[in-house]
T-cell receptor, first 114, second 112 residues
Framework: EPEVTQTPSHQVTQMGQEVILRCVPI?????FYWYRQILGQKVEFLVS????????KSEIFDDQFSVERPDGSNFTLKIRSTKLEDSAMYFC????????????FGEGSRLTVL | GDSVTQMEGPVTLSEEAFLTINCTYT??????LFWYVQYPGEGLQLLLKATKADDKGSNKGFEATYRKETTSFHLEKGSVQVSDSAVYFC???????????FGTGTKLQVIP
């Protein structure tokens, strides 16, 4: 069964360092998302991406964040200068159909900022 | 803004007990409603959905009815199993948008 895969599963980094989280969405999907969940809190929407551009983004998704689909298969989230409060589980998701809410999630990448 | 509120967990039940996990929503438009489930070590996966008032979503013995008058979408199952132990997320999406808004999740533990 097709699945969304994320790497790394866990990354530890120092405050101020750049981090790239990688995702391989399901191959025929067209809509891509990043969410995050700080421990014990809500799963928060960060950004959605379609047709090689951002379609929606939240207030959390400020200038330190960026997304890219560099090669037609990977979908990456870059955090330029990590802060302590960026420590969270980051989930990638993809969807084949617009407007259905039927998202397929990866297992998540846990980011720990020290 | 649009939001979803779920009952806090964890919820601990004995096998074959009846399950209810409450969910209410606030939305500026007319949302579709969802329940997602996350089993240990896995990503979230869609459990069921309802797109309009009075619709009932169902899957794997779970049900939820879209109640517009009470802005609720409570999850129910008549007889839970140990294998249902997971975290359950209520969610909404407004028509015309891509963003799915999630609640905090409710952890369910079913003991034999």
């Amino acid at each position: 069964e097709p699945e969304v895969t994320q790497t790394p599963s866990h990354q530890v980094t120092q405050m101020g360092q750049e981090v790239i989280l990688r995702c391989v969405p399901i191959s025929n999907h067209l809509y891509f998302y990043w969410y995050r969940q700080i421990l014990g809190q809500k799963v928060e929407f960060l950004v959605s991406f379609y047709n090689n551009e951002i379609s929606e983004k939240s207030e959390i998704f400020d200038d330190q964040f960026s997304v890219e689909r560099p090669d037609g298969s990977n979908f990456t989230l870059k955090i330029r200068s990590t802060k302590l409060e960026d420590s969270a589980m980051y989930f990638c998701a993809s969807s084949g159909l617009a407007g259905t809410g039927e998202l397929f999630f990866g297992e998540g990448s846990r980011l720990t900022v020290l | 803004g649009d939001s979803v509120t779920q009952m806090e967990g964890p919820v601990t039940l004995s096998e074959e007990a009846f399950l209810t996990i409450n969910c209410t929503y606030t939305a500026t438009g007319y949302p579709s409603l969802f329940w997602y489930v996350q089993y240990p070590g896995e990503g979230l996966q869609l459990l069921l959905k309802a797109t309009k008032a009075d619709d009932k979503g169902s899957n794997k013995g779970f049900e939820a009815t879209y109640r517009k008058e009470t802005t609720s979408f409570h999850l129910e199952k008549g007889s839970v199993q140990v294998s249902d132990s997971a975290v359950y997320f209520c969610a909404l999406m407004l028509w015309g948008y891509q963003k799915v808004t999630f609640g905090t999740g409710t952890k369910l533990q079913v003991i034999p």
